[in-house]
């Protein structure tokens, strides 16, 4: 008897950050722009990208995806998204969405993650005490360990706390310089020139605050003035969420409610893994890639997710 094709709705989303390295994310020069390169053009060969929406509607309905179906997302808004993403993604026929951020997109709120990485990166003291504990900042490993763990000291804190832990943090480490803001990032007019190339948005919240931290009215304040504000400015509709940070801890039960309550189709996690029909629609899975990495980064997927005619689509492949 003939094998009955699988018609089980499967789909893989996977997001990047930054492509060009910034203070947060170091890299040398030019390889996240040949990293993501080699990883969409991957991606055009081994899997069946389609949108978001599509992909979306089609778990909710339960409707059959093609084998392999993967979308594609983009998170924070980072200027190099469209100098560097958009131009492969236009050339290789692939849709994709980007998660924006208004108070990023108005240079009204700071990026907090890039500020606290590149004020500790850049102190002129020794030594800083930040949150109880003393960390040396004598050489450059040790400025960039100290870097990372008190950006994830400020993870988990409110945005109130936040604020004032960084003015503490700039106070005393009286970094040299400007501290990086607005112009990592996209802008309206060019978050518009996405829309014009016909790519989704979705919000990511009004300034990059860990929701699950805020209170239960701030978080659908939040999640309903970033979507409503992002409809508003770029002229398209905004269904789709993704949580900041978006691990267990950074969104909850009450982000979840929020979403439904504001309005969204979707909420999108970090936590890896593939969606089904019966993924909870506001915990969807996604993978985060690392464009430094290249194809390589695709070890870490399920291996069915490339599988191409019994090939299957290594590291080796797309060199
Ligand atoms: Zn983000």
């Known amino acids: ?3 009955q094709p699988r018609t089980r709705a499967r789909l893989t989303v996977l997001t990047w950050h930054n492509v060009d390295p910034t203070p947060c994310f170091p890299a040398r020069p030019g390889t996240g722009r040949r990293g993501l390169a080699r990883q969409l053009a991957f991606c055009r060969r081994y899997a069946n990208v389609l949108p978001l929406e599509v992909g979306v509607q089609a778990l909710r309905e339960g409707r059959p995806l093609p084998p392999r179906a993967v979308a594609l997302t983009f998170d924070d808004g980072y200027r190099d998204n469209l100098a560097h993403a958009v131009p492969l993604l236009a050339r290789l026929g692939l849709p994709a969405t980007f998660f924006l951020v208004p108070g990023l997109l108005s240079g009204t709120a700071p990026p907090w993650w890039e500020v606290a990485t590149w004020t500790v990166l850049r102190a002129r003291a020794g030594s800083v005490t930040f949150a109880g504990r003393s960390y040396a900042l004598r050489t450059p490993v040790e400025r960039t360990g100290a870097a990372r763990r008190i950006t994830e000291v400020l993870k ?3 945005a109130r706390g936040r604020r004032t832990a960084l003015a503490e943090l700039a106070d ?10 607005a112009e990592l990032f996209l802008d309206w007019e060019s978050a518009k020139d996405l829309v ?3 790519f989704a948005v979705g919000s990511h919240s009004m300034e990059h605050n860990i929701l699950a931290l805020e209170d239960a009215e701030n978080q659908r304040d939040d999640l309903v003035r970033s979507r409503y504000e992002l409809e508003d400015r770029l002229q398209v509709p905004v269904d789709h969420l993704a949580y900041p940070n978006g691990k267990p801890g950074d969104c909850d039960e009450a982000t979840f409610a929020a979403a439904a309550s504001a309005g969204y189709a979707a909420g999108f996690t970090t936590m890896g893994g593939r969606n089904i029909p019966e993924t909870p629609r506001y915990e969807l899975r996604r993978f985060v890639l690392n464009p430094n990495r290249g194809p390589a980064a695709f070890a870490l997927l399920p291996r069915q997710m490339l599988r191409i005619r019994g090939e299957e689509g290594t590291c080796g492949s797309c060199t």
């Not at 005393?172 to 803001?181: I, S, T």
Request: with cysteine.
């Open 1 to 3: 008897m003939a094998r």
């Open 196 to 198: 014009r190339h016909g």
């Open 156 to 158: 988990r804190r409110t």
């Open 172 to 181: 005393r480490c009286a970094a040299q310089g400007r501290p990086p803001g």
